[in-house]
């Protein structure tokens, strides 16, 4: 499994840049995010999380029941991440997260 970015949507932010743990993300020179290692991603999905735009897609592989579906997130609402679920036929479900409790120890 790995992310993809869709360069169309990002808008430069450099979030994801800041926020992955294995500093696997880079900008070309347009500002636009890139993994370059994608074989070392763990899927932790922190820039799904962090990414503003919806740029960022993490692919669910086979062996999880994911088949091509992905996940992307989307922060519609203040203080709520809300996770979209796609499988591979564009059904999708939405569960939203309220960032504070689920945040709490
Ligand atoms: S899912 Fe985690 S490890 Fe993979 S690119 Fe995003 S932040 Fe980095
Ligand atoms: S967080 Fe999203 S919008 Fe921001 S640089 Fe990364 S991919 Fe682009």
Redesign the pocket.
């Known amino acids: 499994m790995s992310i993809q970015?869709d360069k169309n949507?990002?808008?430069?932010?450099?979030?994801?840049?800041n926020i992955c743990p294995g500093n696997l993300?880079y900008?070309d020179l347009r500002g636009?995010?890139f993994i370059k290692y994608p074989q070392d991603c763990w899927d932790c999905t922190a820039?799904v999380k962090?990414?503003?735009?919806q740029?960022?897609k993490l692919y669910l592989s086979g062996d999880i029941g994911g088949n091509g579906g992905h996940l992307y997130t989307s922060q519609e609402e203040k203080g709520c991440l809300v996770w979209h679920m796609v499988d591979r036929f564009g059904r999708e479900e939405v569960i939203k997260i309220n960032r504070k409790v689920s945040n709490r120890y």
């Open positions: 970015i949507k990002c808008i430069s932010c450099g979030k994801c840049r993300i900008n636009k995010a820039c962090e990414c503003p735009a740029a960022i």
